[in-house]
């Protein structure tokens, strides 16, 4: 194998693994995050002939850099068309430019109209591929904001020897967004709605990993960001758009749980030219805030029209901050078990100035959503949802350009928002109107980990 297809954790107290075995694993056994232990890198040369290529080709050329003998080219190859084989737009991330130099680049024609879509898609078919392989049986849990869960749900229902459960906080996402999971056909999903927020769901995923007789039991596995997978596939679509434009761009990344636009890093660290890295919050504004004070500090998430990106918990920031250590893995560990304990990060200034010098960050209130929802309405004709309006807000504090605002979601996903911006709500695509038609099925549950344990173990009954 070569380094970039074995990974190592960012805490340093796991054993590498292959790319199969962070699939299937998804956090490390050390509390970590998996990343490649070295960056595979493309050349100048290599990027620019990206353009005009299938973006099925170019995820096959990024991921099998990853993947080493993991899996066969063939079935790599494979797996990747099959996912975007269903996909509306056959660009897949297509790039449109809204005013001069402003682009969005559009991330929600897959089967639940948001940018998740991209990866669960691909990481669904390798994860049946190498549970096959392997043979057994796996638990998946998922922490959602909003649209993870039903991405993982569009991935992995139906699918033989996979349970999926997936945590969604009661009354915080969108109609929409609860009715693409709940109303799951599939005897194998099973939604619970949590008594909480998405960091209370997220710390009870992270809970259940760190019960590891359990988990092994169970042979538990994470599907969201957390999963480096997700994040090697999301890194594609920076060097499409890239390619694309022929030259370096700014990228807007509306950002929660920061996986997004590290996989900007990520592309940046593979090779890519990209003049900045621009992070754009809502009212939770912790990254805005640790970037711009220097304190990574959680507070109580509120609840906002992009809820999505209601988080105060970013995981993915850990693979940043590891990266901006010069890799440091026993500061990663200390500073991550610190913020366990106190909520509360003071930066250290050699890693504050390598996040700086990668990353700018701004905040967005809801009254700016709604404000920018209506002026790029009235500018463009383009209707865009609220989380993509948290970036085009910010987009309007910067001066670099060529601009690409990340539009993470279909704006029917949010009919309320919308409408609120425009006065009236958004065409509605077909599969999302006819939710409304079907039952839904989810449990209810407090915000417990025994609770949570007790629930599994009771629909994983039948396995025993």
Same mark, same amino acid.
């Given at each position: 194998?070569?380094?970039? !297809?074995?990974?190592?954790?960012?805490?340093?107290?796991?054993?590498?693994? @292959? /790319?199969?075995?962070?699939?299937? $694993?998804?956090?490390?056994?050390?509390?970590?995050?998996?990343?490649?232990?070295?960056?595979?890198?493309?050349?100048?040369?290599?990027?620019?002939?990206?353009?005009?290529?299938?973006?099925?080709?170019?995820? /096959?050329?990024?991921?099998?850099?990853?993947?080493? +003998?993991?899996?066969?080219?063939?079935? =790599?190859?494979?797996?990747?068309?099959?996912?975007?084989?269903?996909?509306?737009?056959?660009?897949?991330?297509?790039?449109?430019?809204? *005013?001069?130099?402003?682009?969005?680049?559009?991330?929600?024609?897959?089967?639940?109209?948001?940018?998740?879509?991209?990866?669960?898609?691909?990481?669904?078919?390798? /994860?049946?591929?190498?549970?096959?392989?392997?043979?057994?049986?796996?638990?998946?849990? *998922?922490?959602?904001?909003?649209?993870?869960?039903?991405?993982?749900?569009?991935?992995?229902?139906?699918?033989?020897?996979?349970?999926?459960?997936?945590?969604?906080?009661?009354?915080?996402?969108?109609?929409?967004?609860?009715?693409?999971?709940?109303?799951?056909?599939?005897? @194998?999903?099973?939604?619970?709605?949590?008594?909480?927020?998405?960091?209370?769901?997220? $710390?009870?995923?992270?809970?259940?990993?760190?019960?590891?007789?359990?988990?092994?039991?169970?042979? =538990?596995?994470?599907?969201?960001?957390? @999963?480096?997978?997700?994040?090697?596939?999301?890194?594609?679509?920076?060097?499409? *758009?890239?390619?694309?434009?022929?030259?370096?761009?700014?990228?807007?990344?509306?950002?929660?749980?920061?996986? +997004?636009?590290?996989?900007?890093?990520?592309?940046?660290?593979?090779?890519?030219?990209?003049?900045?890295?621009?992070?754009?919050?809502?009212?939770?504004?912790?990254?805005?805030?640790?970037? @711009?004070?220097?304190?990574?500090?959680?507070?109580?998430?509120?609840?906002?029209?992009?809820?999505?990106? +209601?988080?105060?918990?970013? !995981?993915?920031?850990?693979?940043?901050?590891?990266?901006?250590?010069?890799?440091?893995?026993?500061?990663?560990? *200390?500073?991550?078990?610190?913020?366990?304990?106190?909520?509360?990060?003071?930066?250290?200034?050699?890693?504050?100035?390598? =996040?700086?010098?990668?990353?700018?960050?701004?905040?967005?209130?809801?009254?700016?959503?709604?404000?920018?929802?209506?002026?790029?309405?009235?500018?463009?004709?383009?209707?865009?949802?609220?989380?993509?309006?948290?970036?085009?807000?910010?987009?309007?504090?910067?001066?670099?350009?060529?601009?690409?605002?990340?539009?993470?979601?279909?704006?029917?996903?949010?009919?309320?928002?919308?409408?609120?911006?425009?006065?009236?709500?958004?065409?509605?695509?077909?599969?999302?109107?006819?939710? +409304?038609? =079907?039952?839904?099925?989810?449990?209810?549950?407090?915000?417990?980990?025994?609770?949570?344990?007790?629930?599994?173990?009771?629909?994983?009954?039948?396995?025993?």
């Amino acid at each position: 194998m070569t380094d970039s !297809s074995h990974f190592i954790s960012t805490r340093g107290q796991a054993p590498k693994a @292959n /790319f199969a075995e962070v699939l299937l $694993a998804g956090l490390a056994p050390d509390g970590g995050l998996y990343v490649p232990a070295a960056w595979p890198q493309f050349s100048e040369g290599e990027i620019a002939a990206f353009a005009g290529k299938p973006y099925s080709h170019v995820a /096959f050329e990024i991921l099998s850099r990853f993947a080493g +003998d993991a899996f066969s080219s063939a079935d =790599l190859k494979s797996d990747i068309e099959a996912a975007y084989a269903g996909f509306e737009d056959k660009a897949i991330a297509p790039l449109r430019e809204i *005013a001069k130099d402003e682009y969005l680049l559009e991330l929600f024609h897959g089967p639940t109209f948001a940018f998740k879509d991209i990866a669960l898609q691909i990481l669904g078919r390798l /994860f049946a591929r190498a549970l096959k392989g392997r043979g057994g049986r796996a638990t998946i849990v *998922a922490a959602t904001s909003g649209d993870t869960g039903s991405a993982a749900i569009a991935a992995l229902g139906g699918l033989p020897n996979i349970e999926v459960f997936v945590l969604h906080p009661r009354g915080r996402v969108s109609d929409v967004q609860r009715r693409q999971m709940t109303t799951s056909p599939h005897a @194998n999903v099973h939604n619970i709605a949590l008594e909480g927020s998405f960091d209370d769901a997220q $710390a009870l995923v992270k809970g259940l990993f760190a019960q590891t007789e359990f988990a092994r039991e169970i042979s =538990l596995t994470a599907v969201n960001s957390i @999963n480096f997978v997700r994040i090697a596939a999301q890194a594609v679509y920076y060097f499409t *758009a890239t390619a694309a434009l022929g030259h370096p761009a700014t990228f807007i990344v509306p950002t929660g749980n920061f996986g +997004d636009i590290f996989a900007g890093e990520a592309a940046e660290r593979m090779g890519l030219g990209i003049q900045r890295l621009v992070i754009a919050t809502n009212q939770n504004d912790i990254m805005a805030r640790a970037l @711009n004070d220097g304190v990574y500090a959680a507070g109580a998430a509120h609840h906002t029209l992009s809820p999505s990106m +209601d988080i105060q918990v970013a !995981s993915n920031f850990e693979r940043a901050l590891f990266e901006s250590s010069n890799r440091d893995a026993d500061w990663t560990a *200390a500073a991550m078990n610190d913020f366990a304990r106190d909520k509360k990060l003071v930066l250290p200034p050699l890693v504050l100035e390598n =996040l700086r010098a990668r990353y700018s960050a701004f905040a967005c209130d809801d009254a700016q959503t709604l404000v920018t929802i209506k002026r790029v309405y009235d500018a463009t004709g383009q209707i865009i949802d609220p989380h993509t309006a948290v970036a085009a807000c910010a987009a309007q504090r910067i001066t670099a350009r060529p601009a690409v605002i990340l539009a993470t979601a279909h704006p029917a996903k949010f009919p309320d928002a919308v409408t609120r911006a425009i006065g009236f709500a958004p065409p509605v695509p077909p599969a999302l109107a006819a939710l +409304d038609k =079907l039952p839904e099925k989810q449990d209810i549950l407090a915000n417990s980990l025994p609770l949570l344990r007790k629930f599994i173990s009771s629909r994983l009954a039948a396995w025993t």
